[in-house]
């Protein structure tokens, strides 16, 4: 294939150290979202392996949990990757204002995520012991919660970073990264929900 | 080039550069590497230490430390099975001891003895100066050996893992297993998960973007293919089993319902989640030794591999369909007809992969020039044992045959057979061929031949019976058996075969702490192999390459002997220098063309402290003590602030404007 051997008067001038997707940070968060997305297979494909073992019975009261929370707090996490979107693209345009706001929104949104999904919780009628739906429910969204906590947490440390003037448009990896990983938050959020409020008028 | 000393401090505006191509005698006369990147002797050395031949060399040596305990309980399991009606051990006390005995060998030793011989060997045979995330390395060595100890814990207070090491619901469950012997294995299970699955992650970013210039995808080294879809595989199923243990542990600490049928639980969904890891984990323990004999078998038969492309392509393609077959350990289960159809062809078809390597094995050696050394006569072994393993296994893929034989000493026949022979053997192999690469010095040959003939007669004479033990029908994970049933002298002969299999792996550790001392000293490349590693001293020096190779054919050293793979030659004692503080190259993924110089980590103990607040943490989760957990959660925490904190020196920071 390659016959690349390399002629000391044409080397190229070469980044030293990480630039946003060549360094090998963004590589191993692939690897980390790699492995937490089987993770979350796993956890939703033992709802699915339970669901279709009984009928609309199994579920509290027989229907799909109400969406009155969990739809306005999926618009919320929306939200927030947005936020970091943008935020990630102030830190590539070189402005810190963009940077920081982008990166403190999110966080904001993020914790009100979290604290809808804690209401939600204290209103069910039914606690991860009263039964297997009740394990399930709790433990997958309770994992995801987690997800959601440890995201804030990188997101608090990364706009510290950003407030201490660490990055700029060449060094922006850990903006980058953290990014990533909120985007990947979301994302499991989406499938979660769907098969929480949605899968239950598919299958009864 | 320049004749004056480099110095080690980044420039403040070292954004890019170009750099520096020189000739290895040069680069090693100025001296400024080995300073760069010595680790510093003593404790704290020892305990920050991010080098890969260091936890390569560890990882093997705490992998052998478990092989010896387990094989310990197996010999004691012997002695009790030896004759009928035995009262040596009480059947509370067989359980522990063939559970811990399974969870040792499979999760202790078996994939940790791998992962180190790729830590050491990876960035040698790649042309760089370490893994992609050093740091991250010395984390899953502690987190190994922590999570090691922590199963042991239970083992040595009496409450150890009982329920063998697959331990199915409702068995494993409270109400019929109510001491701590399962919360010490399924906790230790999830922490053994985080070293499994951050090792998968430094594997496969240190193959795609570490390599030397001009290591193209096709000029990879076999070891890489092997380990690479092992840690691949890893990544996505690992996360599997660390969330049964959870449920389970869940269900047992805090009565959920995962698997109790009483409020809608399914017992099977445990063996489903155990076994969609499990069946991938038995190949991700096989496919890298597989790879090692890929590498070895080659030097000693003085030609490369047969079919290199055909075991490359194979080797992933055995892993691809190990992902269908799982439900072939569930064949008694109940389950309706089709999926017992599908997960037996399934099962039947994976033996074509898989035995692509047996043939070019035969063929390489066949129509190579073999040199009898005892790491060939290792390398060459395992192939009959890979095929009897592989027999008994294509036999209980076919349900009806598999109703008979599951849950007899047949499996237990298999199993060895393939582990014993498809990992053990090549390992030994791989010991006495790597060995001067990283001591400096050979290993004794006599004591070698003792070593293997004792071990190879020993194994067959021990699990060769097996097949007909189990053909009678004695069940297996059974403390004892009436006598008049057939199986008397089969499981005699079985234990001397046994014990003769444990003389012979004396034999071997005697010959490693023998020859590390009086070993004949060995040159940077004494089997004339072809790979980079036996272009480097031995032992390699701390940076490993005086200056980056350049790659352009798949064996580099025989390129005096072989066709060219096209219109340049490689370059070894002249490349990329790299010496501006702990540097090595990255490159793109196919091609292998430079493109950034990757700033490399100094020691550190951060993957040290984050160990021990994992094990606070865990240890806290096992005794109820939240206090305890969220401390060691707090201590991680701190850990990775300090671990992940941009550094100016490893150019994590922007540059302050002059």
């Known amino acids: 294939m390659s016959d690349a051997i390399l002629i000391p008067e044409e080397m190229p001038r070469l980044p030293v150290g990480p630039t946003a997707r060549r360094g090998v940070g963004w590589w191993g968060v692939w690897c980390l979202v790699m492995t937490e997305s089987a993770l979350f297979v796993y956890l939703l494909f033992s709802y699915y392996y339970s669901a279709v073992q009984f009928d609309a019975g199994w579920l509290p009261h027989g229907h799909a949990p109400s969406m009155r929370l969990a739809l306005p707090d999926t618009i919320v996490l929306l939200l927030s990757s947005l936020a970091m979107w943008f935020g990630d693209r102030g830190v590539r345009r070189g402005s810190r204002v963009q940077n920081v706001a982008g990166i403190g929104i999110a966080i904001i949104l993020g914790a009100i995520f979290v604290a809808v999904q804690l209401l939600e919780w204290s209103g069910k009628d039914f606690t991860p012991r009263s039964g297997e739906y009740g394990s399930l429910y709790y433990t997958i969204t309770g994992f995801h919660l987690a997800h959601v906590i440890a995201g804030l947490v990188v997101l608090l440390v990364v706009l510290v970073w950003s407030a201490l003037g660490y990055f700029n448009p060449r060094r922006s990896a850990p903006v980058l990264i953290a990014s990533v990983y909120w985007h990947f938050v979301d994302v499991v959020w989406l499938f979660v929900f769907a098969t929480f409020y949605l899968s239950p008028y598919a299958m009864w | 080039?320049?004749?004056?000393?480099?110095?080690?401090?980044?420039?403040?505006?070292?954004?890019?550069?170009?750099?520096?191509?020189?000739?290895?005698?040069?680069?090693?006369?100025?001296?400024?590497?080995?300073?760069?990147?010595?680790?510093?002797?003593?404790?704290?050395?020892?305990?920050?230490?991010?080098d890969h031949k260091e936890i390569g060399k560890r990882y093997i040596v705490t992998a052998f430390a478990f092989l010896i305990a387990g094989g310990i309980e197996a010999m004691v399991m012997r002695v009790q099975l030896a004759r009928p009606n035995a009262h040596v051990l009480t059947p509370e006390q067989y359980n522990q001891l063939f559970s811990t005995h399974g969870i040792t060998m499979i999760f202790l030793y078996a994939l940790p003895v791998l992962s180190g011989f790729s830590n050491f060997l990876w960035p040698l045979m790649f042309g760089s100066r370490d893994m992609a995330f050093?740091?991250?390395?010395?984390?899953?060595?502690?987190?190994?050996i922590a999570a090691g100890l922590f199963i042991y814990a239970g083992f040595a207070i009496g409450a150890g893992p009982n329920d063998g090491w697959f331990n199915y619901v409702p068995l494993a469950s409270l109400p019929y297993n109510p001491g701590m012997n399962m919360d010490f294995y399924a906790l230790g299970m999830i922490f053994l998960g985080v070293s499994t699955s951050v090792g998968a992650a430094n594997f496969v970013v240190t193959v795609m973007r570490t390599r030397a210039p001009g290591m193209s995808i096709d000029r990879l080294p076999i070891m890489a293919w092997g380990t690479l879809t092992a840690s691949v595989a890893n990544l996505l199923v690992v996360p599997a089993v660390s969330l049964a243990f959870f449920m389970l542990w869940l269900d047992r600490q805090f009565n959920t319902h995962f698997f109790d049928v009483a409020n809608n639980g399914q017992p099977l969904l445990w063996q489903h989640l155990f076994w969609f890891f499990g069946h991938p984990w038995v190949y991700a323990i096989v496919l890298p030794a597989m790879a090692m004999v890929s590498e070895g078998l080659p030097t000693f038969c003085r030609r490369p591999l047969v079919g290199f492309n055909l075991v490359a392509l194979s080797t992933v393609a055995t892993m691809l369909l190990g992902f269908g077959v799982w439900v072939h350990h569930m064949f008694a289960t109940g389950l309706p007809n089709l999926p017992l159809a599908v997960f037996s062809g399934a099962s039947i078809i994976i033996t074509i992969p898989s035995a692509v390597a047996v043939f070019a094995w035969v063929a390489t050696i066949w129509l190579g020039r073999p040199v009898i050394t005892t790491a060939f006569l290792f390398f060459a072994s395992m192939i009959g044992l890979f095929v009897i393993g592989g027999v008994s296994g294509f036999m209980t893929a076919s349900v009806p045959v598999d109703w008979q034989l599951t849950d007899t000493y047949f499996i237990v026949a298999h199993i060895h057979y393939v582990l014993i022979g498809i990992n053990v053997f090549p390992v030994c192999g791989g010991i006495y061929y790597w060995f001067p690469k990283m001591t400096g010095r050979m290993m004794n040959e006599r004591l070698g031949r003792w070593n293997f003939w004792v071990m190879f007669i020993g194994f067959n004479l021990c699990f060769l019976p097996m097949h007909w033990t189990g053909l009678r029908g004695m069940p297996r994970r059974v403390y004892t058996y009436a006598d008049g049933m057939g199986w008397d002298t089969l499981n005699l002969i079985t234990s001397i075969g046994g014990f003769v299999f444990a003389a012979g792996v004396f034999l071997l550790v005697i010959n490693v702490l023998h020859s590390l001392r009086h070993g004949r000293i060995a040159g940077a490349n004494p089997w004339g192999a072809a790979t980079l590693?036996?272009?480097?001293?031995?032992?390699?020096?701390?940076?490993?390459?005086?200056?980056?190779?350049?790659?352009?054919?798949?064996?580099?050293?025989?390129?005096?002997h072989l066709p060219p793979d096209g219109p340049a030659r490689s370059v070894i004692r002249e490349g990329l220098v790299l010496d501006h503080g702990k540097e090595t190259i990255g490159t793109t993924p196919l091609d292998a063309v430079p493109n950034i110089i990757l700033k490399m980590p100094a020691d550190s103990l951060s993957p040290f402290i984050l160990t021990i607040g994992m094990a606070a943490f865990f240890v806290g989760l096992l005794v109820h003590l939240w206090w305890l957990a969220a401390v060691g959660a707090f201590v991680m925490l701190v850990a990775l602030l300090i671990w992940l904190w941009p550094e100016r020196e490893l150019a994590e920071r922007a540059e302050i404007a002059p």
């Open chain 2, 1 to 50: 080039m320049t004749a004056t000393v480099t110095t080690t401090v980044t420039s403040t505006s070292d954004i890019e550069r170009t750099p520096e191509i020189a000739s290895a005698d040069i680069v090693t006369g100025r001296g400024a590497l080995e300073r760069i990147w010595e680790t510093a002797p003593g404790i704290i050395g020892f305990f920050s230490s991010v």
């Open chain 2, 533 to 560: 590693e036996w272009s480097v001293p031995s032992p390699p020096p701390p940076y490993n390459f005086a200056v980056i190779p350049q790659v352009a054919s798949r064996n580099p050293l025989w390129e005096d």
């Open chain 2, 134 to 144: 050093p740091r991250l390395n010395a984390l899953s060595y502690w987190v190994f």
